[in-house]
């Protein structure tokens, strides 16, 4: 997936079908892996509570590693346009970025974002 998603930015010959196989086989992995969670614990029983607790401590870890990555994405955000340093011209934004305006598609893409 990695190798075919590089060579089909960098316009490699066969990248976009090393691409596609890659997404395909990663979607093959995702649908049988959910569908055996759902047979074993719907048909079969084989959940008991000890699996449970596994399954809802996996998707706590989950929850808690993407709060912590938008945390220091957010971190590093904020600190470089509070205090922004000599090596982008001391100004928030950089000289040469067009700031876009808040008020179009940003604010109906964070709307969406919060009520999901």
């Known amino acids: 997936l990695t190798f075919g998603g590089v060579m089909f930015m960098h316009n490699y010959s066969g990248g976009g079908q090393l691409l596609s196989v890659g997404i395909f086989t990663i ?6 892996w959910w569908r055996d969670i759902i047979r074993e614990a719907a048909f079969e029983g084989q959940h008991t509570s000890v699996v449970q607790e596994g ?3 996996g998707m706590i870890l989950f ?5 912590m990555f938008f945390f220091a994405f957010f971190w590093a955000f904020f600190t470089s346009s509070l205090t ?3 090596n ?3 100004g928030w934004p950089p000289l040469g970025i ?3 305006s808040p008020w179009g598609l940003p604010l109906l893409n964070t709307i969406l974002l919060l009520s999901s």
């Not at 979607?27 to 049988?32: A, D, E, G, R």
């Not at 929850?63 to 709060?67: C, H, M, T, W």
């Open 27 to 32: 979607l093959y992995v995702m649908f049988t």
């Open 55 to 57: 399954l809802r401590l």
């Open 63 to 67: 929850i808690v590693s993407q709060v």
């Open 88 to 90: 982008i011209g001391g």
């Open 98 to 100: 067009e700031v876009i």
């Open 84 to 86: 922004p340093v000599f």
